[in-house]
């Protein structure tokens, strides 16, 4: 099982930035290696989206299901093909000039070979993510006093 987690301090509001996150159909936009991502039923606070990502070499499509928390927490899981399990928490937390937002990535792929691929370069390609996000709100978002 592969687990990476990040937490950083941001100057943007926990609202801004929970929604920015939540907005999964934008990702192919900045997020490097996210091909397509499109929303695919809709219910409540819950969406399974249909994705393609491609990482190295490789292109794998697969359907998330994400729960929304609204300004707390964003919680996308995933059992199917590629993956045994995926599970990825985003929590939000309001502080004095921003927010606080952790990240914790766990995934556990069913083929050993792409197991081996992302042990290997998934902390590289989390921080990668991590940054497009960083950037991504730097671009978007009004800071914070």
């Not at 990482?55 to 093909?81: C, G, H, K, W």
């Not at 502080?95 to 197991?115: A, H, P």
């Amino acid at each position: 099982m592969f687990r990476y987690a990040v937490h950083r301090p941001l100057p943007f509001a926990v609202e801004d930035v929970f929604d920015m996150v939540a907005d999964v159909e934008s990702y192919p936009e900045f997020v490097p290696g996210w091909v397509t991502a499109r929303v695919v039923a809709r219910s409540d606070n819950t969406y399974g989206t249909d994705q393609t990502v491609r990482m190295r070499f490789l292109r794998q499509n697969f359907r998330t299901l994400t729960t929304l928390m609204p300004y707390e927490a964003i919680d996308v899981t995933a059992s199917q093909p590629p993956f045994r399990r995926l599970t990825i928490l985003w929590r939000f937390r309001r502080q004095e000039n921003g927010s606080f937002v952790s990240l914790e990535f766990l995934c556990e792929m069913r083929s050993r070979t792409l197991q081996a691929l992302l042990n290997r370069f998934g902390p590289e390609d989390v921080e990668a993510m991590i940054a497009a996000f960083e950037h991504r709100a730097r671009e978007i978002l009004p800071r914070r006093a």
